[in-house]
């Protein structure tokens, strides 16, 4: 029963049917396309009718066009950029080669024009007095023209630079290994910025940046490096420097002189302004920098020329290292800038203002933004920094425990004896701190007060005496041998720290003058090139 029962046919998809009843012929075909498909594949080709074929695909002739002007225009703009950078070389190596060939012939025609001035003395001390002159020339005096050199270079100093060039500051793509968002904060800071530029008469002191930090009453106010309004020859503040504003579209404003504090090196300048200026304020936090917790500390530093869409941008790192120069709240960063750059914001990568950059050849020394925050906090309370002046040159050990950052005295002052050389501090009134920085901040924050008690108290106009002692206990840790103890000094204070204690050297311009019968005709600015 079981075999002559009938059964239902079972289904068969019809591409197996086709399959199975396919012909020798069909199958040889079938093979041969294979065969034929493959050598394509191994000869770098792809079919026609391939969905991974995107040359194959028709172009129409609108979007060729398109893509040819692209074409012609993308060169266009490489070959302008090619001759700019030429003409700039160009321009730079005549400006060189100008220096050059003054600073030849200066020590000859300076010895003509000894040699010319020793025979007028002669012939003056002998009475000569043209008496005897009958060719009409009687009375007429010649041109004498004469060289000086200020800051005159020593021997073997390099070559003379234009003084104004512009440096390396970062590149078109400085910021491309780095996300959206970090290029997004640059832009929107780079709103808040200004270039800067200060002249007394005719002479041009100094360029620099600036940021835009609060907009009130019709007023922007820009804070910047003191070098703006600093005499080029002397520590001392330019007697009503002429400033221009340039903003980011290039339109020029004009500035004044707020506030100014050469400790800090850091100036305020307020620019009248009918229009609303965008501003950006200084972050006031303080862990960014303690190097002993685990973040990271990429940076990018801002600067602008006084001319439109000028943007200078240079991203770098923190460095656990002190700057070279005499204030001892600064920090460094890796980022290469011009002198453009001074007085320039800090950025971090979450777009926090965490400094403002100064100008060294080898690093970047900023001031922390914590410590312009509270500089800008006195001017607006007293017109003026306040901070006690303890006596002591502090200086950061960031070599020392990682699990704690102290400090370490440099220099014991004469009326200090009880600190001593190699001690160690890491807290004031009961205050701890990690670095130079923080310090400075909380002496900011201690010496504020101290000014605002004295003003309740109707005290003297004297800025340089307080009317009470102030005292400051040390939190100390001594090593005298294979000894270490841990003590609290005190340190009385009566005195403010003053402005003009720090110094913040930037390169002497060499100064080639041109004189004609005494009188200046020409003034040439340069640097070296070491």
Sequence with gaps: MADTEDHEPSFVPQPLLDAVDASPQRRET?????????????????????????????????????REEHKIEREKCIETKRLRKEQKMREDRECVDRALRARAILDAQSKAWKEEQRKLRLSKQAGDNNDGDFSGNKGKKETVHTWEIVNKPSKGSGEWLPYESDDEFGTEFELKHTSWEVEKFTLELAR????????????????????????????????TSASLVRCPD?????????????????????????????????????VPCTFHLPSKSFSPNTGFFNFYENHTRDVVALGRSCEPCSLKVASGKLIPRRSRFDCEELMVSSCEISKRGVGGPLMDFDGNVTGMNFYDKKETPFLPSFIVLKCLQHFDIFGKVIRPLHGLRVKTLYEANLSLLEKKVEEPSAELSEIKVGDIITHVDGVPFSNAAELGGILLDMGGKLWLDRQKLNPSDDFNQTAAVMSLKFHVRTYRGDKSEVTTQKIDVNKFTPSRLNRWPLPKPIILRQYANGKLIDEEWYTTGV
């Design 30 to 66: 079938h093979a041969d396309s294979t065969i034929e498909s493959s050598s394509s594949y191994l000869c770098g080709q792809v079919p026609k009718s391939s969905r991974y074929n995107l040359r194959g695909r028709d172009i129409d002739l609108a979007t060729q066009s398109r």
């Design 192 to 223: 808040c910025m200004v270039g800067l530029e200060s002249f007394t008469g005719d002479t041009k002191i100094f360029s620099c940046s600036g940021t835009i930090v609060e907009y009130v009453d019709d007023t922007g106010y820009v804070v």
């Design 234 to 270: 002397k520590d001392e503040q330019v007697d009503k420097p002429k400033i221009n504003v340039w903003l980011a579209s290039g339109q020029k404003l004009e500035g004044f002189v707020s506030n100014v504090d050469f400790y800090y090196n850091i100036c305020v300048i307020k």
